[in-house]
């Protein structure tokens, strides 16, 4: 086999594997327009001053307002970036930690891959406000889902996200993508919230 056909064959690969994930986990069509002012995805339900929000229902009338979610400029997505220094999970180079400061169990990160590899999160991500869509604004993704994390260690994934809908096997694949940055990934409890299994 020539070069040219092994680059020919590897190319061809490579392009079905990231178009997989493109079409596979695409922003769910219900969620299409979130971002924009008087959109019917969710509302106001606070009162002056307390911005609270839930999924638009039958309830709403013409005098519902709307919340609307936050899409990240690639300026703005920079603050959400995740970086692995010495196997720990950093964020504007200071480590994650999830773990509330008079609590045992911690709370969680919602998180997405980019298709180039790259992870997003946050610690916060009030309804109608910050959604898994806000990382990439409105692009698909590689996977999305919730983690925890301890003092910058990794301790459990899962993919919860009712905008991308993600498979467990892509929640697998980020474990492996985050094992090839030097995160220790043994002692991570991986769940798949669609499924309800957990390991």
């Not at 638009?56 to 400029?73: F, I």
């Not at 995160?183 to 669609?194: L, N, R, S, T, W």
């Amino acid at each position: 086999m020539s070069f040219r056909t092994l680059l020919l064959a590897v190319t061809a690969i490579a392009a079905t594997q990231i178009s997989v994930y493109a079409e596979d986990f695409k922003l769910d069509s219900h969620y299409v327009g979130e971002d924009k002012p008087n959109n019917h995805v969710w509302k106001s339900v606070g009162s002056p001053g307390k911005l609270v929000c839930q999924a638009w229902d039958d309830k709403a009338t013409k005098d519902t307002k709307s919340c609307v979610v936050k899409y990240a400029s690639p300026t703005e997505r920079a603050m959400f970036l995740v970086t692995v220094k010495n196997g720990k999970l950093m964020q504007a180079g200071a480590l994650m930690d999830s773990t509330p400061k008079k609590m045992s169990d911690p709370t969680s990160y919602i998180f997405v891959e980019s298709p180039d590899g790259k992870f997003y999160a946050s610690p916060i991500n009030p309804i109608g406000v910050i959604h898994h869509s806000t990382f990439l604004a409105g692009g698909p993704v590689k996977t999305a889902g919730e983690i925890k994390v301890v003092q910058g260690v990794l301790t459990s994934i899962n993919n919860s996200s009712g905008h991308y809908k993600p498979s467990a096997q892509s929640t697998t694949e980020a474990l492996d993508d985050l094992k090839k940055l030097g995160v220790d990934i043994k002692k991570v409890k991986v769940a798949d919230v669609v499924k309800g299994s957990q390991n």
